[in-house]
Nanobody
């Protein structure tokens, strides 16, 4: 079991940058995959990026080249560095931990990008 707490969401102008953090309640060293997802108003939750325990990363096409996911196993934290933000990046961003038998989600953090 793991609890996840996201932070770092804010209101930012288009073209700006933000870094989201996801703090886990236990060691993430052995967690198969940690990821970020987002849900815009009126839309389904969508994949943004994942990083495996081995450090392999994967990104949605819409954020490739602009977002970077990373992990700090020493502090049990996963980050999402977002740059060149666009209004269409506006959403609630959720952290997810993928364990062998179960998925865990954080409560989300709001990112709003103004044009």
């Amino acid at each position: 079991q793991v609890q996840l707490v996201e932070s770092g969401g804010a209101l930012v102008q288009a073209g700006g940058s933000l870094r989201l953090s996801c703090a886990a309640s236990r060691s993430i060293r052995s967690i198969n995959s940690m990821g970020w997802y987002r849900q815009a108003p009126g839309k389904q939750r969508a994949f943004v990026a994942t990083i495996t325990s081995g450090g392999n990363t994967n990104y949605a096409d819409s954020v490739k080249g602009r977002f970077t996911i990373s992990r700090d196993d020493a502090t049990n934290t996963v980050y999402l560095q977002m740059s060149s933000l666009k209004p269409e990046d506006t959403a609630v961003y959720y952290c997810r931990a993928s364990l062998t038998t179960k998925l865990y989600w954080g409560q989300g953090t709001q990112v709003t990008v103004s044009s």
